[in-house]
């Protein structure tokens, strides 16, 4: 939610929009080593969100694998859902979910910048190893897990985007 309007965002603010006023009893907590962009404040605005921003501007990687981990043990989180398809390197004693949108870094690397390239060849493997449940935005992306990494298949669930309704004039 840092970026502004992505693909990733889009589906993750939909998602919240409909998750966070439904379930007024379940705090959720907002993590990020960069501000949250403004196009997504409405999802901020709730008496069940805790915004945690670190102050100052970690390297994505550094902040995932060793920050993030420090500040889920302090808050006490029961559950963790990583948005970004990565998870911390050292499993959590938690469950965790993970999101994945596509497998880019085996089917086209070439659209993706070096670092982030390097970043999910070498840590989706782990991450598809601890995830305790794996959300396929596609019947592609889970057929792309299954071939890739066989071993991932048994915790794949398949979860389409939603459509919004919008009125237009």
């Known amino acids: 939610l840092a970026y502004g309007v992505t693909g ?33 404040e409405d999802l901020i605005n709730h ?19 060793f920050f993030l981990p420090l500040r889920i043990k302090k808050d006490k989180i029961d559950k963790f859902w990583a948005t970004l398809q990565l998870l911390p390197f050292f499993k ?5 979910f993970v999101n994945y949108h596509d497998l880019n870094f085996i089917s086209a ?3 993706m910048a070096k670092w982030n390239y390097y970043q999910h060849k070498f840590f989706s493997p782990r991450t598809l190893k601890i995830a305790d449940l ?15 990494f066989p071993f991932a298949k048994i915790k794949c669930v398949v979860i389409y ?5 919008r009125k237009f004039k």
């Open 109 to 111: 690397p070439e659209t």
């Open 92 to 96: 959590l004693n938690i469950p965790t």
């Open 47 to 65: 008496s069940n969100v805790v915004l945690r921003i670190e102050d100052k501007s970690i390297p994505g990687p550094i902040y995932l694998h």
């Open 8 to 40: 990733n965002s889009r589906y993750l603010a939909e998602t919240l929009r409909r998750m966070i006023p439904k379930h007024k009893n379940v705090q959720f907590y907002f993590y990020s080593n960069k501000p949250i962009h403004p196009i997504f």
């Open 134 to 148: 794996i959300f396929c935005l596609s019947k592609n992306t889970f057929h792309d897990i299954e071939i890739n």
């Open 161 to 165: 985007p939603g459509v919004v309704k």
